[in-house]
Structure formats: C-alpha cells, structure tokens
C-alpha cells in the first residue's frame, strides 16, 4: 500500500507559478512511476505528467509541455509538479498517482491516488 498526499495548490493569478508536492508513505516510493493528473469541474481526469521509477525519463502532454515540470526525490519520497506561465485553463483539482508501468499515462494505469489538491487561475 503506497499513501499520498499533495499539497501545494492555491489561487494565482495567470502567468504565475505553483509547485505542487505529493508525499508518499507506505511501500517502497522508488519501485512507482508517479503521475499528476487535473480535474475540472464536468470534465474527465486528465493527464499532466508523469516520471518514471529512475527519474530519468518524463512525459508530458501537449497541453503542459514547456510550462510543467516534474521531478522526484526519492531520499524525500516526494514528487513536485513545478507550473509556469499557468492560465486560467489549468485550474482543476490536481491529483498524484503512483503506477508500475513504465510511464503509464491513463488513469487506470495507476494503483494509488492522493486526495487532490485544488489549484485555481485567475485571469
């Protein structure tokens, strides 16, 4: 069982930034792929970024790339989603997810989820 919970979100304005922090307990944190995923209100869970066991490799969507950065420290068995440049689109509650694949990308690609964490853009 692998625990996780983010923590980081706020209200900023659009062209501001936000590092969101998702710290895990339980099972060995190095052994997952961590994601991040966002929710807005109606819409279905997306994908946002996600970093494999090593930290080496990443992938981001289209609609991130450029802006969002995500890294791990496996001594702080934590991941950071580092947001640039957000806009008001961004805003959703954000979600990180612990998965064994190599760098799933689809929610039901992951095992373990924290409680979310709201992150709203004003324009």
């Known amino acids: 069982q692998v625990q996780l919970v983010e923590s980081g979100g706020g209200l900023v304005q659009a062209g501001g930034s936000l590092r969101l922090s998702c710290a895990a307990s339980?099972?060995?944190?190095?052994?997952?792929?961590m994601g991040w995923f966002r929710q807005a209100p109606g819409k279905e869970r997306e994908f946002v970024a996600v970093?494999?066991?090593?930290?080496?490799?990443?992938y981001y969507p289209d609609s991130v790339k450029g802006r969002f950065t995500i890294s791990r420290d496996v001594a702080k068995n934590t991941v950071y989603l580092q947001m640039n440049s957000l806009k008001p689109e961004d805003t959703a509650v954000y979600y990180c997810?612990?998965?064994?694949?190599?760098?799933?990308?689809?929610?039901?690609?992951?095992?373990?989820w924290g409680q979310g964490t709201q992150v709203t853009v004003s324009s």
């Open positions: 339980g099972r060995t944190f190095s052994n997952y792929a």
């Open positions: 970093i494999g066991w090593s930290g080496l490799r990443k």
């Open positions: 997810a612990a998965g064994s694949g190599t760098l799933p990308k689809a929610p039901n690609e992951y095992n373990y």
